[in-house]
């Protein structure tokens, strides 16, 4: 499964799916240089999402990378609408996972 890549060199990841029910994996990226040292970027952590028994009723999966927003999106439908959505944000040096379901309990 490809990635699709999120981030501003210095904090970055890589979302992957596979699918509704394991739908992101997120694998964040730590620099190991300074002002002095030459580095490099590190795997420094990986977060797993597991939805149990959405891959059985899921249908219209779709993943999608918004260039021009810098956010990485999937969506699904199962019994109404499941998207997360997820982007670096500068300024606060954070990555942003936001889950969102059209039907309360989804």
């Given at each position: 499964m490809?990635?699709?890549?999120l981030g501003n060199g210095r904090m970055a990841g890589c979302v992957r799916g596979a699918g509704a029910g394991a739908?992101?994996?997120q694998y964040i990226t730590l620099w190991t240089g300074n002002e002095t040292v030459r580095g490099s970027y590190q795997a420094?952590?990986?977060?797993?999402?597991?939805?149990?028994?959405?891959?059985?009723?899921a249908t219209k999966y779709r993943r999608d990378l918004d260039l021009e927003q810098g956010v990485a999106q999937v969506s699904y439908s199962e019994g109404g609408w499941i998207t997360s959505g997820r982007f670096c944000e500068h300024p606060?040096?954070?990555?942003?996972?936001?889950?969102?379901?059209?039907?309360?309990?989804?």
């Open positions: 490809k990635a699709l890549p739908h992101s994996v420094f952590g990986d977060v797993y999402i597991s939805l149990p028994g959405h891959d059985a009723g606060a040096q954070v990555m942003v996972l936001r889950l969102t379901a059209s039907k309360p309990g989804s």
